[in-house]
């Protein structure tokens, strides 16, 4: 069992800045991945960004340029530094942990972005 813990979510301006984290506990096998995913309202879940054990990333095209995720693999954390919030960008994001035996959730924060 993995246990994912998000935390900084919360309203923001357009423009402004949050970080997201999400920390991973319980049995971890290595290599994997973490990842985040957004769930605007009313829409489907979708990809925002994923990182590898290894340090590897990648990103969604609405994530390029104004997102960064990052890990310290030492405390199986993910991060997500979301730079100039879009209204677009408001809905419940979701921390992912998974490899080739294992795959979790976590209960997801919400991020809402203010025009």
């Known amino acids: 069992q993995v246990q994912l813990v998000e935390s900084g979510g919360g309203l923001v301006q357009t423009g402004g800045s949050l970080r997201l984290s999400c920390a991973a506990s319980?049995?971890?096998?290595?290599?994997?991945?973490m990842a985040w995913y957004h769930q605007a309202p009313g829409k489907q879940r979708e990809l925002v960004a994923s990182?590898?054990?290894?340090?590897?990333?990648s990103y969604a095209d609405s994530a390029k340029g104004r997102f960064i995720i990052s890990r310290d693999s030492g405390k199986n954390t993910a991060n997500l530094q979301m730079n100039d919030l879009k209204p677009e960008d408001t809905g419940v994001y979701f921390c992912?942990?998974?490899?080739?035996?294992?795959?979790?959730w976590g209960q997801g924060t919400q991020v809402t972005v203010s025009s």
């Open positions: 992912s942990f998974y490899n080739w035996q294992q795959n979790y």
């Open positions: 319980g049995t971890i096998f290595s290599p994997n991945n």
């Open positions: 990182i590898h054990s290894a340090g590897s990333t």
